[in-house]
């Protein structure tokens, strides 16, 4: 299939035989602008191309298509583009996008995106950072594989690349109303005029809310709140435009975003022994049904998952045409900002109290990221060269609060876990909830209780970027590009782990361990059968936010040198076929994982203990990436098919994984994402416009991994050599639409959107329970609208068949047996009226 496209691609220049030959002549007359699908301008490469003549893998969507597919943010986009898959998780705040396979798991603010986002010329410090309502659009860029000689680190996988409507000097507006199902409320309006002959401006708001899409039984509570994933966003966008000479133009903008909702709460997938145990504690189901129905939308959860995001900052670009090196254009875009995630959540998803994050105190579960980044480029062209060369800078202040509290049913739980487990062993099950006090010496409640531990994390980084960019234009056909970007990376991070409860019970355990034996023993297990028993109570009694450690301060820093870049050679047939060879090297920073680590050894080697891990530091993450690709534009520039071999090789690649009782950053050696991208966008007439993407994907982890975890039979003992996590085989995209006049004033519109993706193991244990099969999300809209659009009602509905689907899938949070899941959303519906005035 791969080779007949090609071979397809490659045999156009005959069938554009007959087509007028590009000219050469510099005194021929400027020829008509492009009003067709050839013409569609984008910023790759920092400088407005046409799309077709950038030799990079790419998706565009503009700003119709990306309404008609009902895209309001960065999650909803990958309906458009086929190897794209964005999830969220535990928060919003934790929003994640794979291209290619290739991304970053999140829970873990020290991890930074493969896939990076930048929102007009502003890189956002992380993936949530940029989970807002993206407002008044221009189109949205999403550019596959290694970008970071212009783009900069963190771009290893690619870059999603929003640029937002400018301020017009002609005045006019929309606003726009939408109600739906879920009690779902939008409300949105944009404007934008001129000041005076030298300054417009321009501003967006909006107001999205929606009631939450899962049922919660909370059980005894103190949670009062009965539904879950609701929406509740609030986002202003204001934008002035400068003009203070011809030779310079100045763009100013101020946004600010805000989110308060509960969100994101996990289903059971599987229904494990465990459950048995919570539901005697809170007198009634504590999971799920039985058996488990998660696409019933019902879920168990006693404790608040509230969480208040805020994203604000200001930039200013600055554009000059100077009067040096062929009037080269001198171009400087400095940002302040500022992005803050305040998040509750309880941590197992049941209605027992077991364990949560509390929200709304100082020093409760928080995230502040507060980042400053100035961007210097000059830019230029002759007959010969179009060059870029440039600085970046980027300074960031990180702070992490985090506070677990055990709740009133933690110790009962798992003393009733270490019981029942023990049951083989002739353990005596009378009393269940007991034991630890028997083991620890203290009173029934006194050992595993309160808040277990309250941690803060500071890291300063500061990233200095020298690049350059040059293409030379060898001959009419042939162009050779060189990109290459000198980056110096360093971290400092300051950590600090305490224990305000001092964790009674683990203290007692290992203060004592014959006291243990004896609980063992006074409950019928053998002696010699119990002495071996000792470490695996004291190891569950000891767990990370329970350990009893003395206050606990650590220094970490890491300083990185590297290089990036790339080399492209490109040659043109004809107007109408282009083919490309790239090869590039990414970089992705190392950095600290920002969580609790323990081990057997004090080592970060993902082995199981109870001792506290210092160094908790990842090394930088690299690919060296090829492509073959054509892009080819057929019917006088109304088709569009473009293709790519890629074959991507990653080492030291960062992989985030949940393992049951918490995160392990795991440096992989070697990953591999090999396979083919094809893209077709058709304006077969006036009234129809089709587009379809195919993306065969083979990602894979090597197979030579160091470590006892990676071994057979070790909990990660089946990733060497196996197909990457949550890295699909096959993902396709495709939309229709169509346009038609109903009588001499009226216009019918109709839109359908689909993204389908093929089964996948969605964790690195490759347990069968997180398999999640093939679906098909489909989006479809229908309106009609006046012949001048001033106007325009739409009925819609996003995942109109009711596809099941999971975001990710999970082990359950020390419940064996059970696992758990984050839903894709159901189905939902509505109807949107919008009108746009002046």
Same mark, same amino acid.
């Given at each position: 299939?791969?080779?007949?496209?090609?071979?397809?691609?490659?045999?156009?220049?005959?069938?554009?035989?007959?087509? &007028?030959?590009?000219?050469?002549?510099?005194?021929?007359?400027?020829?008509?602008?492009?009003?067709?699908?050839?013409?569609?301008?984008?910023?790759?490469?920092?400088?407005?191309?046409?799309?077709?003549?950038?030799?990079?893998?790419?998706?565009?969507?503009?700003?119709?298509?990306?309404?008609?597919?009902?895209?309001?943010?960065?999650?909803?986009?990958?309906?458009?583009?086929?190897?794209?898959?964005?999830?969220?998780?535990?928060?919003?705040?934790?929003?994640?996008?794979?291209?290619?396979?290739?991304?970053?798991?999140? %829970?873990?603010?020290?991890?930074?995106? *493969?896939?990076?986002?930048?929102?007009?010329?502003?890189?956002?410090?992380?993936?949530?950072?940029?989970?807002?309502?993206?407002?008044?659009?221009?189109?949205?860029?999403?550019?596959?594989?290694?970008?970071? $000689?212009?783009?900069?680190?963190?771009?290893?996988?690619?870059?999603?690349?929003?640029?937002?409507?400018?301020?017009?000097?002609?005045?006019?507006?929309?606003?726009?109303?939408?109600?739906?199902?879920?009690?779902?409320?939008?409300?949105?309006?944009?404007? !934008?005029?001129?000041?005076?002959?030298?300054?417009?401006?321009?501003?967006?708001?909006?107001?999205?809310?929606?009631?939450?899409?899962? +049922?919660?039984?909370?059980?005894?509570?103190?949670? @009062?709140?009965?539904?879950?994933?609701?929406? %509740?966003?609030?986002?202003?966008?204001?934008?002035?435009?400068?003009?203070?000479?011809?030779?310079?133009?100045?763009?100013?903008?101020?946004?600010?975003?805000?989110?308060?909702?509960?969100?994101?709460?996990?289903?059971?997938?599987?229904?494990?022994?465990?459950?048995?145990?919570? %539901?005697?504690?809170?007198?009634?189901?504590?999971? *799920?049904?039985?058996?488990?129905?998660?696409?019933?939308?019902?879920?168990?959860?006693?404790?608040?998952?509230?969480?208040?995001? #805020?994203?604000?900052?200001?930039?200013?670009?600055?554009?000059?045409?100077?009067?040096?090196?062929?009037?080269?254009?001198?171009?400087?875009?400095?940002?302040?900002?500022?992005?803050?995630?305040?998040?509750?959540?309880?941590?197992?998803?049941?209605?027992?109290?077991?364990?949560?994050?509390?929200?709304?105190?100082?020093?409760?579960?928080?995230?502040?990221?507060?980042?400053?980044?100035?961007?210097?480029?000059? &830019?230029?062209?002759?007959?010969?060269?179009?060059?870029?060369?440039?600085?970046?800078?980027?300074?960031?202040?990180?702070?992490?609060?985090?506070?677990?509290?055990?709740?009133?049913?933690?110790?009962?739980?798992?003393?009733?876990?270490?019981?029942?487990?023990?049951?083989?062993?002739?353990?005596?099950?009378?009393?269940?909830?007991?034991?630890?006090?028997?083991?620890?010496?203290?009173?029934?409640?006194?050992?595993?209780?309160?808040?277990?531990?309250?941690?803060?994390?500071?890291?300063?980084?500061?990233?200095?970027?020298?690049?350059?960019?040059?293409?030379?234009?060898?001959?009419?056909?042939?162009?050779?590009?060189?990109?290459?970007?000198?980056?110096?990376?360093?971290?400092?991070?300051?950590?600090?782990?305490?224990?305000?409860?001092? +964790?009674?019970?683990?203290?007692?355990?290992?203060?004592?361990?014959?006291?243990?034996?004896?609980?063992?023993?006074?409950?019928?297990?053998?002696?010699?059968?119990?002495?071996?028993?000792?470490?695996?109570? #004291?190891?569950?009694?000891?767990?990370?936010?329970?350990?009893?450690? +003395?206050?606990?301060?650590?220094?970490?820093?890491?300083?990185?040198?590297?290089?990036?870049? @790339?080399?492209?050679?490109?040659?043109?047939?004809?107007?109408?076929?282009?083919?490309?060879?790239?090869?590039?090297?990414?970089?992705?920073?190392?950095?600290?994982?920002?969580?609790?680590?323990?081990?057997?050894?004090?080592?970060?080697?993902?082995?199981?203990?109870?001792?506290?891990?210092?160094?908790?530091?990842?090394?930088?993450?690299?690919?060296?990436?090829?492509?073959?690709?054509?892009? $080819?534009?057929?019917?006088?520039?109304?088709?569009?098919?473009?293709?790519?071999?890629?074959?991507?090789?990653?080492?030291?690649?960062?992989?985030?994984?949940?393992?049951?009782?918490?995160?392990?950053?795991?440096?992989?050696?070697?990953? !591999?994402?090999?396979?083919? %991208?094809?893209?077709?966008?058709?304006?077969?007439?006036?009234?129809?416009?089709?587009?379809?993407?195919?993306?065969?994907?083979?990602?894979?982890?090597?197979?030579?991994?160091?470590?006892?975890?990676?071994?057979?039979?070790?909990?990660?003992?089946?990733?060497?050599?196996?197909?990457?996590?949550?890295?699909?085989?096959?993902?396709?995209?495709?939309?229709?639409?169509?346009?038609?006049?109903?009588?001499?004033?009226?216009?019918?519109?109709?839109?359908?959107?689909?993204?389908?993706?093929?089964?996948?193991?969605?964790?690195?244990?490759?347990?069968?329970?997180?398999?999640?099969?093939?679906?098909?999300?489909?989006? &479809?809209?229908?309106?009609? @609208?006046?012949?001048?659009?001033?106007?325009?009602?739409?009925?819609? *509905?996003?995942?109109?068949?009711?596809?099941?689907?999971?975001?990710?899938?999970?082990?359950?949070?020390?419940?064996?047996?059970?696992?758990?899941?984050?839903?894709?959303?159901?189905? $939902?519906?509505?109807?949107?009226?919008?009108?746009?005035?002046?």
């Amino acid at each position: 299939m791969t080779l007949s496209i090609f071979a397809v691609l490659f045999a156009a220049p005959s069938a554009f035989a007959q087509q &007028a030959p590009a000219t050469t002549d510099p005194k021929a007359p400027e020829p008509k602008k492009v009003t067709t699908l050839a013409g569609m301008v984008v910023t790759a490469q920092k400088r407005e191309q046409a799309m077709q003549t950038v030799p990079i893998t790419m998706t565009v969507a503009t700003k119709q298509q990306l309404q008609d597919a009902d895209v309001r943010d960065i999650k909803a986009l990958q309906v458009l583009v086929p190897s794209m898959y964005a999830y969220s998780t535990g928060s919003e705040a934790l929003t994640s996008i794979r291209l290619r396979g290739i991304g970053t798991v999140g %829970d873990n603010p020290g991890l930074e995106s *493969s896939v990076g986002t930048v929102i007009d010329g502003v890189p956002r410090a992380r993936t949530g950072a940029a989970f807002d309502d993206l407002g008044e659009l221009e189109r949205v860029e999403v550019l596959y594989g290694p970008q970071g $000689t212009l783009f900069g680190q963190n771009t290893s996988a690619g870059v999603v690349n929003i640029v937002t409507a400018a301020p017009s000097f002609h005045a006019h507006g929309d606003t726009e109303l939408t109600v739906g199902n879920y009690g779902a409320l939008d409300l949105g309006a944009y404007y !934008t005029a001129p000041i005076s002959d030298k300054a417009a401006f321009s501003i967006y708001a909006s107001n999205r809310t929606r009631d939450g899409f899962y +049922d919660v039984e909370t059980g005894p509570g103190p949670r @009062t709140e009965n539904s879950d994933s609701n929406l %509740d966003v609030h986002s202003l966008r204001g934008k002035l435009l400068l003009l203070p000479t011809k030779n310079v133009d100045i763009t100013i903008i101020g946004d600010y975003s805000s989110r308060d909702e509960h969100c994101c709460t996990a289903v059971a997938t599987v229904r494990g022994p465990t459950a048995n145990i919570l %539901d005697a504690l809170v007198g009634g189901s504590a999971v *799920s049904a039985n058996p488990a129905d998660p696409y019933a939308y019902v879920a168990y959860s006693n404790r608040d998952d509230r969480e208040q995001i #805020i994203d604000d900052g200001v930039s200013a670009e600055i554009n000059w045409t100077t009067p040096w090196l062929n009037n080269a254009t001198f171009t400087s875009i400095t940002s302040k900002r500022e992005w803050t995630a305040d998040e509750g959540g309880d941590l197992e998803f049941t209605t027992a109290d077991i364990f949560d994050r509390p929200f709304g105190q100082p020093g409760d579960s928080s995230v502040r990221i507060n980042p400053l980044t100035e961007e210097l480029r000059l &830019a230029g062209n002759t007959d010969k060269f179009d060059w870029t060369v440039g600085y970046f800078l980027d300074n960031e202040d990180l702070v992490r609060h985090d506070l677990i509290n055990m709740g009133s049913d933690y110790e009962a739980y798992m003393s009733s876990l270490l019981v029942y487990g023990f049951k083989p062993y002739g353990m005596n099950t009378a009393n269940p909830a007991t034991f630890i006090s028997q083991a620890t010496g203290l009173p029934y409640g006194a050992s595993l209780s309160g808040v277990g531990m309250a941690d803060m994390y500071k890291q300063t980084a500061n990233s200095n970027a020298v690049f350059g960019n040059v293409t030379f234009h060898a001959t009419d056909a042939l162009d050779l590009t060189a990109g290459l970007r000198y980056t110096d990376e360093s971290k400092q991070l300051d950590s600090t782990y305490t224990n305000p409860n001092g +964790d009674a019970g683990c203290a007692a355990m290992l203060r004592n361990p014959t006291q243990v034996y004896e609980a063992l023993v006074g409950r019928g297990v053998p002696a010699a059968i119990a002495a071996k028993l000792i470490p695996t109570v #004291i190891g569950d009694s000891c767990l990370a936010w329970s350990d009893a450690l +003395d206050v606990r301060t650590t220094h970490q820093s890491l300083n990185e040198k590297e290089w990036s870049g @790339t080399l492209k050679g490109v040659y043109t047939f004809n107007d109408n076929v282009m083919t490309y060879l790239t090869g590039s090297r990414g970089y992705k920073a190392g950095g600290f994982n920002m969580d609790r680590v323990q081990s057997a050894t004090g080592l970060n080697d993902q082995s199981v203990g109870i001792l506290p891990v210092n160094n908790t530091s990842f090394v930088g993450e690299f690919v060296n990436s090829y492509e073959l690709g054509t892009k $080819t534009t057929w019917l006088d520039g109304s088709l569009l098919a473009n293709a790519a071999l890629f074959d991507e090789q990653f080492t030291n690649y960062q992989l985030n994984e949940f393992v049951g009782t918490g995160y392990d950053v795991l440096s992989l050696p070697k990953a !591999t994402s090999k396979g083919v %991208d094809t893209n077709v966008m058709w304006q077969a007439t006036k009234n129809w416009l089709l587009q379809a993407g195919v993306t065969y994907n083979d990602v894979r982890v090597g197979k030579d991994i160091p470590g006892s975890a990676f071994a057979p039979g070790g909990v990660f003992g089946l990733l060497p050599g196996a197909r990457m996590p949550l890295a699909s085989l096959w993902s396709d995209t495709a939309s229709v639409t169509y346009e038609h006049p109903l009588n001499g004033t009226l216009l019918g519109r109709f839109n359908v959107s689909a993204k389908y993706q093929s089964g996948v193991n969605q964790g690195a244990t490759y347990a069968p329970e997180l398999y999640q099969g093939g679906y098909t999300v489909i989006n &479809a809209r229908i309106g009609i @609208t006046p012949n001048d659009k001033q106007w325009s009602v739409e009925l819609w *509905s996003d995942n109109l068949t009711g596809a099941r689907y999971a975001q990710v899938r999970f082990a359950g949070v020390i419940q064996t047996g059970t696992w758990d899941a984050f839903l894709g959303a159901p189905r $939902t519906w509505g109807a949107t009226f919008r009108y746009n005035f002046l």
